[in-house]
Every structure is written in structure tokens, then in C-alpha cells.
């Protein structure tokens, strides 16, 4: 049984904006549907958008009808009361002067509530506006506890800084005001389902774990690909790109977990202490790494299912002549025990033929091969493939013997999907992270250190692409599975990426594993 949090105030800074209205207003109601909120509780929104509490639940309410697509909050009981506990607080969240007010909005509510000054804080803001909202929390003492049995938390979206320096810096604001234990650096990757089942997988399984290494993994292979385009992000995403958009942050988290040690309990000192040791074990790229073993590209015009898309130089708020990268593919090295020149590869990209998220281990091949000719060697690639998105699943590929005379090979699939468990609801990532940060578990949620250290790894790149413009970047069209020549990155004769869903289904957002 899930245990059911405390009272609690929760703020929302850019209440007004999209990821409020898309994500956390409705992954709330989820769990209120569910039972799961505390008993007593409620929620604050703040932002710059003059509205009253009405006016802020009606737009809520909108926002839920629009975006709970089936998956919950159903209970029209339930959804009402849930709307009558969202207050809204206007004011110019970049001015000191509004923070007195807040202040006394929020005692005024922990009174009416009785939420023992419990107070959960959750920037949904660009990400510039971070460090003047913790400054201004300060102001006012919002982030110290009323008392020994009170608590203050803060929930920060990504990015987490921008380069290593700036994320530094973040990092040292935010900590002269609020402790590590109460910052929650939130990663929605890690609030999915099938992200956590890397680790019952690999450490409550006898038949996984002992060929977990050097020994047995010849590589371990990750994609995160998108069907669409920037769509309406066009101002934030030319100044980031594929690489800091997604590799820095979403991927090289589930590298962490997937090459993991095994930690001696499951808590989250102990599993954060060990992904951290992964990120301090990456290899520094160097600059031939730089140039041989990253391919970055841009998609351009093409025409996929019979309508013209557009190229990401004609999006929207895009630079003419933009060298922003929105595919990134990358092999690296991971320098301890486990994994000494076991390559790892990474890929992601926009306008890719589906929207699939997916981490494979290929096994080493059998050393003799009996049954199998060389040329087929490609048959007996031992695979599991752990499925993150969509159809959340795991498969795991083997030999056969086809059926009559001879020792003919065929490549088969065991595989699971989470939709085949009919009473299992799915909760989704912000929700499973919003209960986690009330509850006070912080196993899903990125340390300091750690952030800083995939930042260590990543940094170089960006400061190599910067001195060396002539490094090339390669368009490919869209629709497609990026620049050709990034198969060229996978070691090993007649080797190459894995390829989902090559029969897609007539929407093509949707794939067998």
C-alpha cells in the first residue's frame, strides 16, 4: 500500500504557464483520484497572469478535460474538491516586494489548512528565473521549517544550468538557502515506470545481474527519438539543442542506471551515491573524440507521408543560417572494473520516423559458433531490449532452431508489455515524482554533485564545437533516421544501430517492441 504524505502547501512559481496546465495540475488530480494527496492540502499557484482563484480553476479545470487523455481523475467528486483546494497569488515574481505577500498569503493558508508549515516550492519558470525566486525565499525566511517537525522543499526543473560553470553557480545559490536535502532536481525520465524496472531487472534477477559486465555485454545501446519537431520551442531549443536538451541530463541518467553498481540498500544516499560514481567513471572525451566519435545533425525539408515538413532552418524563431544540432549521436567509454572498453552509444534526435525510447545490452556472441555461419552472425546478437517509451515493455531476443531437418538458427523474441497487465494503471512521471518529493524521497531526483558531473562530461563538446566551426554537421532529411554515416560509430564488422519498429502501425507514434 502506498503511503499517503502529510500536510502540505504546495507553490507553484509560472502556475500560469504550460508545464503547469500540460503536466502538474493534472498529474495532482491524478492523485487525488487515487487517494493519494494528503488529507490536508492545497495549492498555491504564482505567477505574473492577474487571475483570481476562480479564474485559476477554471483555467485548470480546462487544462485537465484537455490533458488527462483518459489515464485518470475520472471522479467527478473527487475532481471537484481537488479544484476547490487551487488558490492563485499574482504578483512580479522577479520583484522582492511581492514575497511579503506571499508570505502572508501562505501563513494565512497553513492556518485555514492545517498544514503544520509544511511547504513544498515548485519552479515551473525559465530556468533564468531560478536564482531570484530562491533569493527572494529567502528574504522572507519561507525556506527555513516553522519547527523541528515542520519542512521546506523545492522542486527545480531542467535545465540545471546551461554549462558547467553556470550550473556551478546555480548550484551554489541555490545551496546558501535551502540544504541538499531539500532541493529535488527533477528528471522526468527517471518518474517512468519502465526507467525504475532498470533496477528490480538487473538487481532482483540471478539470471541478469552476474552477466552485467565486461564479460558478457559486448555494448550497451540507448535512443531516444522524437517524430516531431521543435513545434513552438523554436527561441529556447536554438540555443540548446539535441545535446543539452536531452544527452546532458534525460540519457546519461539512465546511463547511471543502467551501469550502476549494486547499492547496499535501496534508499536514495545509497542508489545516488552510485550513479554518481558511474558519471565520475566517464572517460574525458578528447578532442579526437570529439571529432570521430560524436555526429551531430539538422533535419531538413522532406516529405514524409505525403506532406511537406519543414526544415529546422524555416521553423519558427530559428536562425537562417543556425548550426544547432537537433540529432546528436555519441560512443563513450565508461573507465572502472564493470565496464573497462565496453563502448557505450547514444543517439537522439528530432523528426525521426517514430517517437521511441529505448535501451538495448547486446550480449557478446557465443565463442563457438556451432549452429551459426559467420555471415549470419547478425542471428545470434543476443539482445534485451528495455522499452521506456511508448508500449513500456522489456523483450529479450535469442536462437531457435527452426522447425525440420538441420540446425538452421532463427532469431526469436520474448518479450512484456506493461499494457498486457490490464489492472495495472501506468501513473505518470509527475506523478510518480510530485508524490515521491511529498513523501521525502529523493531516490528519482538528481544530486548536486551529479548534475555537475555530467556537466564535466559534456562541457568539452560544446567548448570544442565553439572554437571549431568547420567541425561538420549533417543534414539529413526528416522523417529519416539521421546522418547516415552515424552507423559508422557502431564497432565491429557489418554492425549497426538497432532499428525499432520497422513495420509501424498506421500512426506511426506507436511500435511493437
Known sequence: MIKKPEGLLLVIFGASGDLASRKLIPALCDLANQDLLPDKFAVLGVGRSEMNDDMFREKMSVAIEKNINGRGCLDDTKRRRFLESLHYLSFDTSSPEGYERLSQRLSDMDHMFNTNGNYLYYLATPPGMYEVIVKNLATQKLNLPDNDKSWRRIIIEKPFGYTLDSARRLNASVLEVFSEEQVYRIDHYLGKETVQNILVTRFSNGIFEPLWNRNFIERVEITSAESIGIEERGSYYDTSGALRDMVQNHLLQLVGLIAMEPPAVADARSIRNETLKVFQSLRPLTQSDIEKNIIRGQYTTSVVKGERVAGYRDEKNIMPESRTETYAAMKFYIDNWRWSGVPFYIRTGKRLPIRVTEVVIHF??????????????????????????????????????????????????????????????????????????????????????????????????????????????????????????????????????????????SDSSYCEL
Open 364 to 505: 557478446r556472441p557465443s565463442p563457438h559458433l556451432l549452429f551459426t555461419k559467420e555471415s549470419d552472425r547478425l542471428a545470434s546478437d543476443n539482445q534485451l531490449v528495455i522499452r521506456i517509451q511508448p508500449d513500456e515493455g522489456i523483450l529479450l531476443r535469442f536462437g531457435m532452431k527452426v522447425p525440420g531437418a538441420g540446425f538452421r538458427v532463427k532469431d526469436v523474441a520474448m518479450d512484456f508489455h506493461y499494457s498486457d497487465l490490464s489492472d495495472i494503471r501506468l501513473p505518470d512521471a509527475y506523478e510518480r515524482l510530485l508524490l515521491d518529493c511529498m513523501l521525502g524521497d529523493a531516490t528519482l531526483f538528481s544530486r548536486g554533485d551529479a548534475v555537475e558531473a555530467t556537466w564535466q562530461f559534456i562541457d568539452p563538446v560544446f567548448k570544442y564545437w565553439n572554437d571549431h566551426p568547420e567541425i561538420r554537421l549533417y543534414g539529413y532529411p526528416a522523417g529519416t533516421w539521421g546522418p547516415e554515416n552515424a552507423d559508422r560509430l557502431i564497432e565491429g564488422e557489418n554492425e549497426t544501430w538497432r532499428y525499432p519498429c520497422k513495420n509501424l502501425t
